[in-house]
């Protein structure tokens, strides 16, 4: 149940690979840190903005310093759920007026097609390292997604874990992060990726092949409980409830293997966060700019919201 509920809690801030996946069927390494110099002047400022972090409210935030327009801070949930994807006047009017908008990556055609090729192993026989047992579990459910079993079997595990992870409505081609793609290029909004498609999957290609399977089993095992998890993480989600996020998230660890979860914790969200950090500096300094990154980057002591108080800018919640 543990394991599952953090997938869940990934599945509100991780980009859409399984997105992918759907489409089909019907770090290398991690991001690169901040450079020295921001990463110097975020810890000289870091102990006044750790006291900030609490447990704070607000999805979208007006981020502003002197000298240059304010930019924005959207915490997204990839999911295609009305509540989540009818958006609020406030965002709308955000969507409306910037120059440009910043995702976690470039969701184009190509791209995604790139994507689902990384996510598979021509020939594989993901049969053969999960067991029979434990993969005709798998099938119960990839039946319901309406993904063959010819295509299964060339899954490399972890893609595997996250295509179950999300309820079977989830429809990729509607959710947020998609919908705030189509948004910037419908309306002539300047664009930009804070990641690159190998350095997301990377945080997963660099689990061990042990370490791939056990995820992939756990998922399995927590199935029953995952559509009762995936409520709770969007009732936190729909209350601008970061703390709760947070709570959620570190409760899921409790009980995982410590050498599994910790470095796969440290690089989906910490060294993730530095990286974006980095790349968000040119739009910050731009201004009148959105950046939208999963809602679980922008709390804590290592979140985004403490990261630019360190650096100078004040934060400060919109909804």
């Known amino acids: ?3 599952i509920r953090m997938l869940v809690a990934y599945a ?3 980009s859409l690979l399984v997105s992918v996946i759907f489409g089909l069927s019907q770090t290398v390494a991690s991001p690169s840190v901040a450079s020295e110099a921001i990463a110097n002047e975020v810890a000289a400022n870091q102990v006044a903005a750790n006291q900030e972090t609490g447990n704070e409210t607000g999805i979208l935030w007006r981020i502003e310093k002197a000298g240059v327009a304010p930019s924005f801070l959207l915490g997204t949930a990839h999911v295609s759920d009305p509540r989540i994807t009818n958006f609020k006047q406030e965002l709308n009017q955000v969507l409306g007026s910037v ?3 910043s995702l976690e990556i470039d969701l184009d055609p190509a791209n995604q097609m790139r994507m689902a090729g990384m996510m598979m192993v021509p020939g594989g026989r993901l049969e053969d390292q999960l067991g029979q047992a434990y993969f005709e579990k798998l099938m119960v459910e990839m039946n319901t997604l309406q993904v063959p079993a010819e295509m299964v079997q060339m899954f490399k595990p972890w893609a595997a874990a996250l295509a179950i992870s999300l309820p079977a409505n989830h429809n990729a081609s509607q959710a947020m992060d998609v919908l705030i793609y189509q948004f910037a290029h419908a309306n002539g909004k300047a664009f930009h990726a804070l990641e690159t498609i190998e ?7 660099n689990l061990t092949p ?3 399977i056990t995820f992939l089993q756990l998922t399995i095992d927590s199935l029953s409980v995952r559509d009762t998890l995936y409520e709770e993480v969007l009732d936190a989600y729909l209350a601008s409830d970061l703390g709760l996020l947070m709570m959620i998230n570190e409760e899921s660890m409790i009980m995982a293997p410590p050498d599994f979860v910790e470095p796969l914790m440290y690089a989906l969200v910490d060294l993730r966060n530095l990286g974006m950090l980095q790349r968000m500096q040119p739009r910050l300094a731009e201004g009148n700019a ?7 980057h922008l709390p804590g002591e290592q979140g985004l919201l403490a990261l630019l108080r360190g650096q100078g800018f004040k934060v400060s919640a919109i909804y």
């Open 1 to 3: 149940m543990m394991l």
């Open 199 to 205: 350095e997301q999957i990377g945080v997963f290609e």
């Open 210 to 212: 042990a370490h791939q």
């Open 290 to 296: 959105l950046v939208a990154v999963g809602a679980l």
């Open 12 to 14: 509100i801030r991780l």
């Open 99 to 101: 120059d440009s908008i």
